[in-house]
């Protein structure tokens, strides 16, 4: 176990938004974000927050209240995010390219009020509305709201014209519209800091494929957020900048990419999605002092041909995380990041979303191999016997727990898995078992190997094998199905689909495609299938459960017989 200590950090009395509110006084022209290349001062940040905070207020969204956020990073995120925040509403955070009827489940598990989501999922989101429990106001925003003039026209002559026909229901209105109501005679109720009050609802999943609300307060935030910076070992102040390209649904994106970056004066430069070129065009032109993001990003910079002889020397940090970073990644990006002038190496974290985002990470003066490096301050680590409370010596595998200020509060309305993951031991505080297998070093490394849940990463998200394969066997055709993670060189695993059919059902191109038209409408895009093969039988354990690691085995083999023949 890393030694328990008393809290070295100093953790302000603050909510998220005070302690934003707290730069924007020391440097109220300073950028606090950036979007396509129009600046948003500090100053101009909080009057932002404060409109939109008015504009709920008018609403009736008040202390405790839920909102739902569907949407990318782009302004408007960061706006409501805060405001909800400083009138002590809860901000559920929900993936845009969630699937209809995922929307309808988590606006009806938060018991959500509102829902804002940008134009271009305006109508999969009003028809997950209709399948709500209670009313739901449906705030819409535009992306060429937010760019200068040129960008503007030039972006609703692209994309934008598709959309402009939303919102088309009675129940929704354009986030321009909505801010009108926040008139300045309206007067704001004084921000209240509580350590046991829920701020923000992210979503992780389960062996049982039904996600789970994790409720974090502002301390968590917070704290992970002064924790990184600490971690970092290096200036993250006023004038410097982060390319934000992890969303902020995202407890990596939303933690580190967005609040730390914040809270300490620094500015985002805000990216809505991934894409190759544009992310070079990022850093070619914008120069960001520090990234962070997932493998899949990191090798895909290996193979951006519009950053061959582009000078990375302004960076300063570099973070992976969402995934293990192999050894062999790691060694090529350290090698692209040398041929390219910076004069630092990719250094990795490692967390969950039950602790925001990241817990633990690779100093940057002492790699070791397959370390996931050193706890954060004031958070311990300690690895057990799977299944116990007892502690095991340095060097034996067992599950990782730990133990911090960024700890989640709970899950939402989910007692037992609650009591499961968070633990009080005879020391009196809280741990969270992660449900990963690792080890520590007597010099208190943290070595991850695997995890124990069933589960399948894909481009940096999580994605529930049981999920799908309720949604497969729901079909007509199906008799039972599989799902496991291939692995594959640019999303770290692909997502392949086992399926069995009834007798007498003929695999073919029909069934494959109303198979397919069922998972879109209940999975998120990103968790689809992108292989499916049919079997006349999958191969079963002793108790008749399908032997899914058999099948990962033979996908293992299968891969590495097509690597033979390409030598």
């Given amino acids: 176990m890393t030694q328990p200590h008393p809290y070295r950090l100093s953790y302000p009395e603050m909510t998220l938004f005070q302690m934003v509110e707290q730069m924007a006084q020391k440097y109220p022209k300073y950028p606090a974000y950036e979007f396509y290349s129009t600046k948003t001062s500090y100053e101009k940040f909080i009057r932002k927050i404060e ?164 409720c974090l307060s502002d301390l968590n935030f917070n704290a992970c957020a002064i924790q990184a910076k600490d971690a970092i070992k290096q200036e993250l102040c006023q004038g410097m900048t982060m390319l934000s390209c992890m969303p902020c649904f995202h407890g990596f994106g939303l933690g580190i990419n967005l609040h730390t970056v914040l809270i300490h004066g620094a500015c985002c430069i805000l990216m809505p999605s991934f894409n190759g070129k544009s992310y070079a065009h990022m850093l070619a032109k914008r120069k960001p002092n520090f990234i962070a993001g997932v493998p899949t990003i990191f090798e895909a910079l290996l193979h951006i041909p519009e950053l061959e002889g582009v000078n990375l020397g302004f960076l300063k940090g570099m973070f992976c995380g969402g995934d293990s970073l192999s050894v062999e990644l790691k060694k090529k990006v350290d090698a692209f990041l040398e041929a390219h002038g910076a004069d630092i190496q990719i250094r990795e974290g490692y967390g969950l979303t039950e602790c925001v985002t990241a817990s633990c990470l690779t100093p940057s003066d002492s790699y070791r191999e397959n370390s996931i490096g050193l706890p954060f301050a004031d958070t311990d680590y300690c690895i057990v016997r799977p299944g116990t409370d007892e502690e095991l010596p340095y060097g034996t595998e067992g599950e990782i727990i730990l133990t911090g200020p960024s700890v989640m509060l709970r899950y939402l309305d989910n007692p037992q898995e609650t009591a499961q993951t968070l633990r009080t031991l005879a020391d009196g505080r809280v741990w969270l078992y992660t449900g990963d297998l690792g080890h520590m070093d007597s010099d208190g490394y943290i070595y991850f190997r695997q995890r124990i849940k069933r589960m399948i990463i894909t481009n940096g998200y999580n994605v529930y094998p049981g999920q799908i394969e309720n949604v497969i066997d729901g079909c007509p055709e199906v008799a039972y199905s599989c799902i496991i993670g291939v692995p594959d060189p640019r999303r770290m695993q692909r997502i392949r689909a086992y399926i069995v059919l009834k007798d007498g059902i003929a695999p073919d191109e029909d069934v494959k495609q109303r198979i397919m038209a069922r998972l879109r409408l209940h999975v998120a895009a990103y968790a689809l299938p992108k292989e499916m093969e049919f079997r006349p039988e999958l191969p079963k354990t002793l108790v008749g459960k399908v032997a899914y690691r058999k099948l990962e085995e033979e996908a293992a083999q299968e891969l590495k017989g097509k690597e033979v023949q390409n030598v």
């Fill in 51 to 214: 409109r939109a905070a008015r504009a709920f207020t008018a609403m009736g969204i008040s202390s405790g209240d839920v909102v739902t956020i569907c949407l990318p990073n782009i302004p408007q995120a960061l706006d409501c995010f805060y405001a909800l925040n400083r009138i002590g509403a809860v901000a559920n955070m929900v993936h845009p390219l969630s699937a209809q009827n995922e929307i309808t489940f988590y606006l009806n598990f938060s018991k959500s009020k509102a829902i804002l989501t940008v134009d271009m999922f305006c109508e999969k989101v009003e028809k997950a509305i209709e399948q709500v429990d209670s009313p739901v106001t449906l705030l819409i925003a535009r992306m060429q709201e937010e760019l200068n003039p040129a960008l503007a026209a030039a972006y609703t002559l692209k994309e934008g014209k598709k959309y402009l026909k939303f919102p088309s229901s009675g129940h929704a209105m354009l986030w321009k519209d909505f801010l009108k109501k926040g008139t300045k005679d309206i007067v704001l109720p004084e921000s209240v800091y509580d350590t046991k009050k829920t701020s923000v609802i992210l979503y992780s999943g389960g062996t049982s494929g039904i996600p789970k609300g994790i």
